[in-house]
């Protein structure tokens, strides 16, 4: 039995509690709103955000963040992406050398264009840090639905740790060294989840929705590989897997933010209505910033990004990817008669 406490007390962080204490381990859920605790102390169910999913009543819920960190083999920071700085910035002086911290957010950060991780390992240096990704809404990981995912370490001792923590006969637990690709992979999708979400809400059909996933997956990889990513990757659970569950579900926040900006909501508005961080939005801007440091092409997102902060109408953006100059699918070198 692992002591593990869950830094961050939203949907994805209340599921994987649920899964760990299934397992077997000790579990501690942190918050700093102190009503949210209270909430789940009193309910032992996240009324707001996991309704449905109870939560054991040995399960520790605080807002100490000392308490939660101090003595725990695992830490899961599951706080959403545009607070991880701040949190670990909060959690650096509990944390012990070479204690495990497991980051489970998606995204990239728009100023530095760094991955979770990596600020992760900025902000508190003594960690040892490893991210957890996949297709994998909270809604069914707590309700126990058959689930794969997968785990990135620097070091095999620490993936094979946590794939042992984490692994039962719902969750099946795959292990990779390519951390960046991994997080690359996660953070994008949800920027062409938007789209596929727009598209959806413009009223348009499945073949809309393939050709999205099939070049978005394209556009994901093209990016991820300048950045040093490797295609098994983009090909795998993390890459195509994760996109094509974000953008079919509606257990989805970005493809629901997308529909609504696709029926004329603003940015804003479906931001409201969702009541969750849709991290794709955060994530658009950076895409385009590392587009353009590694000089690729990102017609999909550049879109996004139009509608998103250029008050771009959504049908006008999907006119233009579109008409767009004519292209081969893949640039083969040879096989033309």
């Known amino acids: 039995m692992a002591d593990v406490s869950i830094i961050g007390a939203g949907s994805w ?112 240096p003594q960690a040892t840090v490893a991210v957890l990704s996949g297709p994998s809404h909270a809604e069914e990981v707590g309700r126990g639905i058959p689930t794969t995912i997968v785990v990135g370490a620097h070091k095999k001792e620490t993936a094979e740790y946590l794939q042992n923590l984490f692994m039962n006969e719902v969750f099946r637990v795959y292990i990779s060294p390519d951390v960046l690709g991994i997080e690359l992979g996660a953070a994008l999708k949800n920027v062409v989840a938007l789209a596929a979400g727009i598209a959806d809400g413009l009223g348009y059909g499945d073949n809309t929705k393939a050709a999205l996933i099939t070049r978005g997956i394209t556009e994901i990889s093209r990016l991820g590989m300048a950045m040093g990513g490797r295609f098994e990757t983009f090909s795998g659970l993390t890459g195509i897997g994760d996109l094509i569950v974000t953008c079919a579900s509606m257990h ?10 696709g029926k004329g909501y603003t940015m804003e508005e479906a931001m409201e209505e969702v009541k969750m961080v849709v991290e794709g939005v955060y994530s658009a801007k950076a895409a385009i910033a590392l587009a353009q440091k590694y000089d690729v092409q990102l017609p999909i997102i550049e879109q996004v990004n139009e509608v998103l902060f250029s008050g771009k109408p959504a049908d006008a953006a999907v006119k233009e990817l579109m008409i767009r100059d004519k292209k081969l699918e893949i640039a083969f070198s040879e096989g033309w008669e």
């Open 13 to 124: 962080g209340t599921a994987l509690a649920v899964l760990l204490h299934k397992n077997g381990h000790k579990v501690t859920i942190w918050s700093i709103v102190e009503q949210e605790i209270e909430m789940l102390r009193e309910k032992h169910e996240h009324k707001d955000k996991l309704p449905g999913v109870k939560l054991p009543d040995d399960m520790v819920f605080t807002t100490d963040l000392e308490a939660a960190i101090n003595g725990k083999e695992v830490l899961v920071l599951a706080v959403p992406s545009p607070y991880t700085r701040s949190t670990s910035r909060m959690m650096k002086e509990y944390v012990a050398e070479g204690q495990i911290i497991v980051d489970v957010a998606k995204g990239i950060e728009e100023n530095t264009l760094m991955t979770l991780s990596q600020i992760i390992e900025e902000e508190i």
């Open 252 to 261: 989805s926040r970005n493809r629901r933010a997308g529909i609504l900006i």
